[in-house]
């Protein structure tokens, strides 16, 4: 049995400690900041780190990988296209590796990065900066284009999937989805929800993918509701689905 826990970093990011209590070994996602995870091995005696799992190479991601791997024996796993602090396995598109005796299944998810990677073991989904809670990444590197297929591929994992991604974005990117959709009743019910979490100071994290196929925007560009928002606004083209992403996107960035 793996315990999944949060230790936050800055101001909206979420270290992933993925802990085995048979073995008292435990891993961390994208420790952007190695202070939080230190102090929790510290809290935590007899407990040894011995995987990082890295998703792309922003610093909110990678900053704490140097000085983890000084304080431990911990092995560092990265995507293989892009420049990883200690990166010891370069991974790529259907990779697969054992970390703490269970298998992930790697993802390549272009799109907020050229190399993003995602980790994926039955039910539980770790995708960094590509699929948020009711929103998705920033388009930094890769196209429109190759976010939306990230992101339909992410899609089609199975509905009950947990999603484990890096930043506490929800309640911002559900204004959006609202301005998006504002009859869609499942948003409005989830921006409430939310809002009452986020002022109760409670993380919004994990999501389900059945709830973001019913809520999220960038996974709904197929729903009529939101072709004819984005027609709204542009004009209406027959857009094809990337198309209704990258207009999303766009206005997104601007929100
Ligand atoms: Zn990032
Ligand atoms: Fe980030």
New binding site residues.
Partial sequence: MIQISALPAFTD?YIWLLQDHRTQRCAVV?P?DAAPVQAWLAAHPGWVLSDILIT?H?H??VGGVEQLKKATDATVYGPASESIPEREVALKDNDRVSVLGWDFDVFAVPG?TLGHIAYYHHGLLFC??TLFAAGC?RLFEGTPEQMHTSLTRLAALPEDTLVYC??EYTLSNLKFAAAVEPENPDTAERLAKVTQQRAAGLMTLPSTLALEKLTNPFLRVDETSVKEKVDERNGPDNRAPSAVFAALRAWKDTF
């Fill in positions: 990011n994208d952007g792309h922003h909110d991601h907020h960094g900066d990444g890096t930043h």
